[in-house]
């Protein structure tokens, strides 16, 4: 016993597709809005949900902590010399 799958059905049958199998004309979705958002117009974003602007590679960071510990060890090396020269 076969059993013969059912043929494809034509394309050009259709009401809705051209000879070839496309669309004619424009496409209805299912339902009303196909968006998750309200139709009301357009809502202003929260500081919490603004893109933040892309970051540049700036070396202002690592020239800045550079510069706190050169003063840092010129600070010690002056209070050294004030500590020896005051013993000394």
Known sequence: MTHARPSDPDPAGS?????GGSPIGPQ???SDSTSMQS???PRTLSPTERQSPT???SSVGPVVWIVV???VV???VAGLVGYLVEIG
């Open 15 to 19: 009401p809705d597709l051209d000879g």
């Open 28 to 30: 209805t979705p299912d």
């Open 39 to 41: 139709d009301s117009g």
């Open 55 to 57: 970051r540049k590679n």
């Open 69 to 71: 510990i050169a003063v």
């Open 74 to 76: 010129l600070l010690l």
